[in-house]
């Protein structure tokens, strides 16, 4: 199942359209470099629901790299 999102506002609203986002991430503790993708859907409910423009996303052992790490994501899907 695809979210449907076009556009993310500051408090995490969105307009209806169909998109998975790809995210790059480096792992803080090796250093490894990858991308994961996250169904953007879940990512503006997750933020609609906190009221913030910055949801907490757990990148899981072997999605990177061999280990496991928290990365904060902001409205426009930057790491940060």
């Given at each position: 199942m695809e979210s449907k999102i076009l556009a993310v506002d500051a408090r995490?609203?969105?307009?209806?359209?169909?998109?998975?986002?790809?995210i790059r991430l480096m792992c803080p503790r090796c250093g490894k470099v990858g991308t994961i993708e996250v169904d953007a859907g879940i990512v503006?409910?997750?933020m609609r629901d906190r009221g913030d423009s910055m949801l907490a996303l757990?990148?899981?052992?072997?999605e990177i790299c061999?280990?496991?790490?928290?990365?904060?994501l902001d409205a426009n899907f930057k790491a940060r």
């Open positions: 995490g609203a969105g307009i209806e359209t169909t998109c998975t986002k790809r503006i409910d997750g757990q990148v899981y052992r072997d061999e280990h496991e790490f928290t990365v904060m």
